[in-house]
């Protein structure tokens, strides 16, 4: 038409306007709390408990309105409670597979009548979950309780497992957790943080109506995250598992320091994630997401941007168009906002430049969303970022880089790749060391993908079939006695002096050996050149003088097993295998030295000693075998795309070796841990050293790389607090005493080490000899953490 001006398809779009967003209702949620008078009790036995004389906590929305009040439990409460659990868990584990199973998916029906309530319940109380999520875990776990006998053989539920989130944790989180708890047939105490607890009080009366014994699950709300402390010192409860912050985290690892319950720590809250995007991506689509990502979905984790330097000022222009015109993200408090104001004039001062979508207000609890472009690494904002609406961007030239740079951060909870080259997106997803990729796309979650927390970002696993066995235990092994907490001065453990060694005025050519330690690939004195000497079982003679080692050989030998580990866990299985055929071939060529050290330490007989070498030598040659049986694959995603998983080694592991069968135990640690990819640092058996130390001969002549296994003798002690306190250690496998036992948990937290814990007085947990294939199973996958790799194709 004449003298109309024509509008551009980009412009036409800029003016028009958005519709009336549909009104929020949240009646039925309002509803049930009137119904339990704003007031909610304990969900013990299958029913609500409302003790009057407890103190309660409100709990208010985003606004500051009071949503409800909940219960504060106490002493009595936890006691009923945990007798309820055992209770629960007797009636729960007795029914079949396929009773447990019905329950489960009788669940997904009443979700059907009762997720209206459960979706609003979890939006006024900011815990996020939606009721389609919850039905995929119900669907997902109900049918885990089905195969549990089938597929999941000569394992047994733990028990009593009691459930801990933070106050920040989604409702998803927690029943990430609760739901395969209970597929596997443990009974739950549910401990949650103030914003789950009421969505989990209302599930777990849910749970009931649709069958499930009562007692199985209970619900026990606090104030702080001191009541899960409480609760872990009841003898009933066999195993502790958290989501939520690192914080809460650390002070549940230190309260619980001593009881002799396991604890694993799944930091899911406030980790940095690296969002890699590389000159061959989709540039529009990566950068539509990462705004998603860093500025409009609530943020349990913080996005850095690492961007290819010859495609950033692509990015940076696309960046600028999209946040144009976005509104400020509203602050938790005016003192986020201070966090906020300091964190972007560092990064400027630090050279860093700004994108953002207007003018900070001058004051208030309100930001802009901003981009920090040219961020350095080093910045708090890169590696501690502050809470609000910021997004730092760096800039890498290679595929190495973008590794580098995303493995910068101290978590290592996930990560997501942008390119359209497949190649690259699986390479780039081998290097990086966090338990979820996800390439061309973001925060994909489902049960089916397994994902461990690497480096400081937890130590279990959850999610898929490998997720279960934090629940279960191999049905040959016994349950661990509990302990009662010491008091202890954590600051002087391991500092006490060794024993003076006395010289022998007998004649020289009678005089005991003297063993050295292993370290780097070599025989050596210790780094002092103090000994100690080894005594008869009798005690009444010196059988040989050992390396008296220290805190500075722990540091020579975890140098050398950091710089070997990489490229043997980059080995194929295949080429790691004879390698172990190999050790297993040398010690068999050593046998009678090594038998004879092992007579001569523990006073068994010549035959006794003979055949302890003897299933040694097997026990290699079965984890020679393990080697290229590593199990992965593609998972059965419910979304078109492509699903994988796989084992990777942990790093470096520390092993403080038992006394019993002091060569059988010391192989099978060392074949477990270097099978799947890791170096050891092993500190044989203060009681008996000599097995460990014979077999020294062993690994000399064996074609392990240098510095792959390491052994160094000493105090037991010392040589644990030298282990706990190095920053590299991934893990630290140990059996000493329950001092031992009780640091090692209250000091392994920054950054966080995987604990397996045993104490020497009730023998050590296990036996060594037995063939049980669930056995090696559990020392397999002790030593591997899991990684998912999600790639979208539609």
């Known amino acids: 038409m004449a003298g109309s001006a024509t509008k551009t398809v980009y412009e036409i779009f800029q003016s028009m306007e958005h519709g009336p967003a549909a009104a929020s209702s949240t009646a039925v949620a309002q509803a049930w709390l009137d119904h339990h008078s704003r007031s909610l009790g304990l969900f013990i036995d299958g029913k609500f408990e409302r003790p009057a004389d407890r103190q309660s906590h409100s709990l208010s929305d985003s606004k500051g309105t009071v949503v409800c009040h909940t219960t504060i439990a106490a002493e009595d409460d936890i006691s009923q409670c945990a007798s309820s659990s055992v209770n629960g868990y007797k009636a729960w584990s007795s029914l079949t597979c396929f009773q447990r199973a019905k329950v489960l998916l009788r669940m997904v029906s009443v979700l059907g009548q009762h997720g209206q309530c459960v979706s609003e319940l979890c939006e006024m109380c900011e815990a996020s979950c939606s009721s389609s999520s919850l039905v995929r875990l119900l669907q997902f776990y109900s049918s885990w309780a089905q195969l549990r006998d089938t597929l999941i053989t000569s394992w047994t539920p733990l028990g009593v497992v009691e459930v801990v989130t933070s106050d920040d944790c989604s409702l998803y989180s927690l029943m990430l957790k609760v739901l395969p708890a209970l597929a596997m047939g443990n009974s739950v105490i549910v401990v949650p943080g103030r914003s ?42 066999s195993y502790i598992t958290y989501s939520g912050n690192k914080e809460d985290g650390v002070t549940l690892c230190k309260n619980t ?34 705004i998603e990502a860093a ?27 999209r946040m144009a015109g976005m509104k400020c993200v509203s602050l938790l408090s005016d003192e986020h906002r201070t966090l906020v104001d300091a964190a972007v004039q560092e990064a400027q001062q630090q050279g860093a430049t700004l994108i953002q979508s207007s003018a900070a207000p001058p004051s208030g609890a309100q930001y802009p969303p901003t981009v920090l472009c040219n961020a350095a690494p080093s910045s708090p904002c890169v590696r501690t970022p502050s809470p609000g609406p910021l997004l730092p961007l760096m800039t890498f030239r290679s595929n190495t880089e973008a590794v580098t740079l995303g493995n910068h951060s101290p978590h290592g909870q996930a990560a997501s790749i942008w390119t359209e080259d497949l190649t690259l997106a699986l390479e780039t997803a081998n290097g990086l060391s966090v338990g979820s990729v996800w390439v061309n796309s973001h925060s994909v979650s489902d049960p089916c993908l397994p994902s461990s927390g690497h480096k400081d970002s937890g130590t279990c696993t959850d999610g898929g079939q490998e997720g279960l066995y934090q629940f279960l235990r191999p049905s040959s092994s016994t349950s661990r006695p509990r302990s009662s907490h010491v008091s202890m001065d954590y600051s002087k453990f391991g500092t006490a002096a060794s024993p003076a060694v006395i010289p022998n005025e007998s004649d020289p050519s009678s005089a005991p050996p003297v063993y050295q330690q292993f370290v780097g690939g070599k025989a050596c004195k210790s780094v002092s050149g103090s000994s100690v000497a080894v005594q008869s079982p009798g005690g009444d003679r010196v059988l040989a003088y050992c390396p008296d ?37 040398g010690l068999e060529s050593k046998k009678q030295d090594v038998a004879k050290a092992v007579s001569l330490q523990t006073g068994l007989s010549a035959e006794e000693s003979g055949k302890e070498v003897e299933l040694s030598i097997a026990r290699l040659n079965v984890w020679a075998a393990y080697c290229d049986k590593i199990r992965g694959g593609s998972l059965p995603m419910p979304s078109s795309g492509s699903a994988l998983s796989f084992p990777e080694a942990l790093g470096v592991v520390g092993v403080v070796l038992p006394d019993k069968n002091p060569l059988l135990s010391m192989v099978t640690l060392l074949g477990a841990a270097i099978a799947t990819g890791n170096a050891v640092v092993m500190v044989p058996s203060q009681k008996y050293p000599l097995p460990a130390l014979a077999f020294v001969q062993v690994l000399q002549s064996s074609d392990l790389p240098a510095g792959l296994v390491n052994i160094i003798s000493g105090d037991g002690d010392q040589m644990t607090a030298a282990l706990a306190n190095h920053s590299v250690i991934k893990a630290i496998w140990y059996w000493g005493s329950a001092e031992g036992c009780q640091y090692l948990q209250h000091t392994c937290t920054n950054p966080l080490k995987t604990l397996r814990l045993f104490c020497q007085k009730d023998g050590g947990g296990m036996d060594w000899t037995q063939p049980e294939p669930s056995f090696l199973e559990e020392m397999w996958r002790n030593a591997v953490q899991w990684k998912s790799v999600w790639i979208p194709t539609a």
């Open 196 to 237: 789950a607890a009421p969505p989990a009080l209302l599930l777990a009366q849910l749970f009931t109506t649709a069958g499930l014994p009562a007692g199985a699950l209970n619900v026990l709300t606090g104030s702080d995250i001191t009541l899960s402390a409480k609760v872990a010192q009841n003898p009933n409860v």
């Open 257 to 290: 320091a001593g009881l002799g319950v396991p604890v694993s720590v799944s930091p899911c809250i406030g980790a940095t994630c690296p969002f890699i995007v590389f000159e061959s991506a989709d540039i529009d689509s990566a950068v539509d997401e990462v």
């Open 295 to 321: 500025f409009k979905k609530k943020k349990e984790v913080h996005w850095v941007l690492c961007v290819q330097e010859s495609v950033v000022d692509s990015v940076m222009d696309r960046l600028k168009l």
């Open 549 to 585: 080692g220290g805190r500075k050989d722990v540091r020579n030998a975890v140098e050398a097993a950091i710089k070997v580990q990489p490229g043997w866990m980059k080995k194929s299985p295949t080429g790691r295998a004879p390698s172990l055929y190999s050790l297993a071939k």
